[in-house]
């Protein structure tokens, strides 16, 4: 399988404090790949890093094809990316944020219009292109979010926690794009701390202090945490893995 990511011994200090701690795993193309743990883990420094947002204090890697440490912009190109806090711009309409990532991601002038009436029609908000962005219900503005992200077609996006905070439908709803743009080969990396959308990952990394606590398929780690429990749960997992490296 072709790598999206592959990452070694990732590293990144903010002075005295180590927020990622030599952290190594590989992403495979098409993959729903999760990042599990509390919060202040180590999660969206992780996320940020492999966006080319933060630059990594040591350790190597090389994300959509560009390498970590020398080519961030390169990955900025070549990624989606849907951070944590909602990252469009409250007073501008949906279809202006559209317009607007639009130019930012360098997308054909010709194509806007196809690409602009796409993000409309799933994100369910042809009705309300034309309202404040603010004014729109928080689930609302995170299916937005989403579009806007895949304005320009990466083959690999990062959304960092996209259901925090949003209905429980909606969040059905992410998880259902979310296996539709796996199923068209896409690589979604996504992090999040609720244990019943982590099910829906093929690969996990458990992640606890900056470092990686278990790593495989949900079902690997279940039986990896509880080889004598059948009815073992993954948040079950979580526990004794999270207990287990605090010993």
């Known amino acids: 399988m072709t790598e999206a990511i592959v990452v070694k011994d990732l590293t ?13 795993f590989s992403v495979g193309q098409g993959e729903i790949f999760g990042l599990l743990g509390a919060n202040g883990g180590g999660k969206s420094t992780t996320i940020r890093m492999l966006c080319g947002i933060l630059s990594p204090t040591s350790g190597q890697g090389r994300v959509a094809g560009r390498d970590l440490m020398t080519e961030p912009e390169l990955i900025k190109r070549s990624i ?24 930012i991601y360098a997308v054909d002038e010709r194509l806007w219009p196809e690409r602009t009436a796409r993000v409309l029609e799933q994100a369910r908000l042809k009705e309300f292109k034309d309202r404040p962005t603010k004014d729109l219900p928080q689930g609302w503005r995170q299916r937005l979010a989403l579009g806007c992200a895949m304005l320009h ?14 209905d429980p439908l909606t969040r059905r709803h992410f998880w259902t794009t979310i296996r539709e743009l796996a199923s068209a080969g ?30 495989g398929s ?3 780690i279940i039986l990896a945490a509880f080889p ?10 979580f526990l004794k893995f999270i207990a287990r490296s605090q010993a």
Do not use: W
């Not at 077609?153 to 949003?166: A, K, N, Q, Y």
């Open 12 to 24: 990144k200090r903010f002075g005295d404090f180590t927020a990622v701690d030599g952290i190594s």
């Open 186 to 215: 896409i690589t979604v990396f996504v992090t999040t701390h609720y244990m019943d959308e982590a099910l829906n990952c093929d690969q996990l990394v458990l992640i606890n202090q900056g470092r990686i606590v278990a790593q």
């Open 228 to 237: 004598e429990r059948a009815d073992a749960s993954l948040n079950d997992a």
């Open 218 to 220: 949900p079902s690997e």
């Open 80 to 103: 989606g990316y849907m951070s944590q806090k909602f990252s469009l711009y409250e007073e501008l309409t949906p279809l202006e944020n559209i317009r607007f990532y639009l130019g």
């Open 153 to 166: 077609e990466p083959r690999l996006i990062f959304l960092d926690e996209p259901t925090s905070g949003v």
